[in-house]
């Protein structure tokens, strides 16, 4: 999901909220964005003006789509999905209040200095997925420890590759596998990874966390379901669609507390005052009944490590 930001509508009073992202929002995190919003008192059409813009995986448009919202004068400004559409927001603005939702560390990427004392017009909210590739590949390698070779999917486009490449190769080299690491930045390209990987071989796949990824989650997981490929990902809700396996946290989580930040800021508070919000649930998801058609007996260590197995 990107953001929520001022519907340009003179008929609809109250305070005006605007935000950048990059892919459409899925509707569970902007509903969870809205229940956040609503915690505090706040509903859209109501009290509160909503408008959304994404720059559809076009990562080069979020300066100028962040520079267009800060000049509709908006209430508050929320950037989420990818480390660009913050430091875009942060770019185009130092006094509008700006809150957030990554998957990126805020201190590594730059957001904010301090995550208990954020200072300046930035908080939000973090739900720390892009740290967690190389545990991701931990739990591909308790399920198939003596698969060779894994493929791994990543965007080229997508500014936490070098820091996922690097983290996932590490992993690989301390678990002792062999990786493929493909690119996809586009749907054909993915078709083009799916070709790439059966013709090298690989007998798994990690597919990196990424907004554009997740947003082709029905093509991916109707190619790994063609290609009967064990696949691991970031958000049980590949797994809730028939895939196999998913390590994180939640991004629906991290959209509500941002709603709530937004109605805290709305009321008076100061983001600088509003501490950044850390995940405190990490879950491991298993499809039980897609293991069975893919042939696998998943360990009773993992079944054991598993916070849902859905049969």
Do not use: W
Not at 272 to 299: H, M, S, W, Y
């Amino acid at each position: 999901m990107a953001a929520g930001g001022p519907r340009a509508a003179a008929d609809l009073a109250g305070d005006r909220i605007s935000g950048c992202g990059a892919p459409q929002p899925q509707s569970h995190n902007r509903d969870a964005f809205h229940r956040g919003l609503a915690e505090t008192g706040y509903a859209e059409g109501r009290n509160v003006v909503v408008e959304y813009r994404f720059a559809e995986g076009q990562y080069d448009r979020l300066p100028s789509l962040a520079t267009e919202l800060v000049g509709r004068q908006v209430a508050v400004l929320v950037a989420g999905s990818i480390a660009g559409a913050v430091l875009a927001a942060r770019a185009a603005t130092t006094t509008i209040p700006i809150v957030f939702v990554s998957g990126a560390d805020p201190i590594k990427a730059g957001f904010v200095q301090s995550l208990n004392r954020p200072v300046g017009n930035v908080t939000g909210a973090s739900f720390f997925t892009f740290a967690l590739e190389s545990k991701r590949l931990e739990m591909l390698h308790k399920l198939l420890p003596t698969a060779a070779p894994v493929a791994v999917l990543v965007n080229p486009n997508f500014s936490e590759i070098r820091q996922q490449r690097e983290d996932m190769e590490s992993a690989a080299r301390a678990l002792g596998m062999d990786l493929i690491i493909l690119e996809a930045g586009t749907e054909r390209d993915i078709n083009a990874a799916f070709r790439a990987l059966v013709e090298r071989r690989a007998n798994a796949l990690l597919v990196a966390s990424d907004p554009f990824l997740f947003s082709r989650r029905n093509q991916l997981i109707a190619l790994a379901s063609y290609h009967a490929l064990p696949t691991v990902y970031n958000d049980r809700v590949y797994v809730e669609a028939g895939d196999l396996m998913s390590y994180g946290t939640s991004p629906r989580e991290a959209y509500r507390q941002a709603g709530v930040y937004v109605g805290q800021i709305l009321k008076g508070a100061k983001p600088g005052d509003l501490p950044v919000l850390q995940p405190t649930r990490f879950e491991l998801v298993i499809n039980l009944k897609t293991a069975v058609a893919l042939g696998l007996d998943v360990p009773s260590t993992l079944l054991a490590l598993a916070d849902e197995v859905i049969e």
